[in-house]
């Protein structure tokens, strides 16, 4: 199995920037891409972004332009860079491993809040 820990979430102002970090450890063998959704409150989790093995990277659309996927294999972490921060981006971040051979993985979840 894999296992996901999200850090990096915070509360800042409209405007600024975070980024997430998310390990990911276990049978990491097994994973074939990784990437973080958000859930709001009253609302369904959506796609963030996802970044395959190979490092190609799709985006949600509310997210595109502002929001960069990247990873670190030597690492086994992926990031969330996330810029010009607005109110709609206040939620909590899940990371996720899609896994072969087994079920997928997902983190806690890492809390964001965007003060306007």
């Not at 959506?46 to 960069?68: C, H, P, Q």
């Not at 670190?72 to 972490?77: F, G, M, P, R």
Request: hydrophobic share 35%; proline share 1%; glycine share 12%.
């Amino acid at each position: 199995q894999v296992q996901l820990v999200e850090s990096g979430g915070g509360l800042v102002q409209a405007g600024e920037s975070l980024r997430l970090s998310c390990v990911a450890s276990g049978s990491i063998f097994r994973i074939n891409a990784m990437g973080w959704y958000r859930q709001a409150p009253g609302k369904q989790r959506e796609l963030v972004a996802v970044i395959t093995n190979s490092g190609r990277a799709n985006y949600g659309d509310s997210v595109k332009g502002r929001f960069t996927i990247s990873r670190d294999n030597a690492k086994n972490t992926v990031y969330l860079q996330m810029n010009s921060l607005n109110a709609e981006a206040t939620a909590v971040y899940y990371c996720h491993a899609n896994c072969w051979g087994s079920a997928d993985a997902w983190g806690q979840g890492t809390q964001v809040t965007v003060s306007s």
